[in-house]
């Protein structure tokens, strides 16, 4: 729906999921959920100034795109998990210190490239926070 030139976008944040990153400005990226213009609530990813007066150009998802995203997301670490069964011991160790280290950085590394394992001669690439898991899996 358009704005007419002059209408005032109202909105109302129903709840603070929480935030993604901070950016040294103190803006925030962050989840939460919306209503924009009075409507119905929304998943909403966008930065915000510190007193959530002004915003960027975000995204908004109806529920059932949300459940899709997470859906997706958890297939692509199933499909991941499987990749790396071949990895070995040793290898999977090293990557679960790595990734072990990785969570006492800021907030403002976590837009930074997550490292990487080689899983295959292909090429294809596993975050190393995933391996990690799986190193976690096989100790126990």
């Known amino acids: ?3 007419n030139e002059g209408s005032e976008v109202t909105f109302e944040i ?7 990153s901070t950016q040294d400005t103190g803006w925030t ?12 609530a929304k998943y909403d990813i966008r930065e915000w ?25 958890k297939r692509r670490r ?4 499987n990749r790396v069964r071949s990895v070995p011991d040793d290898v999977a160790r090293d990557i679960a210190v790595e990734a072990a ?7 403002e590394h976590a837009s930074a490239p ?4 080689e899983s295959e001669p292909s090429g294809e690439t596993l975050p190393a926070a995933d391996a990690a898991d799986i ?3 096989s100790e126990n």
């Open 78 to 81: 199933s499909r991941a998990r």
């Open 101 to 107: 280290s990785n969570k006492s950085h800021t907030a």
């Open 49 to 73: 100034d510190p007193s959530h007066g002004r915003m960027s150009r975000g995204i908004t998802l109806k529920e059932d795109e949300m459940r899709r995203i997470l859906d997706l997301m």
């Open 14 to 20: 129903i709840e603070e999921i929480g935030i993604i």
């Open 135 to 137: 190193a976690n899996e």
């Open 114 to 117: 997550m490292d990487s394992l």
């Open 1 to 3: 729906m358009a704005m």
């Open 29 to 40: 990226k962050e989840i939460n959920l919306v209503s924009w213009n009075g409507g119905a």
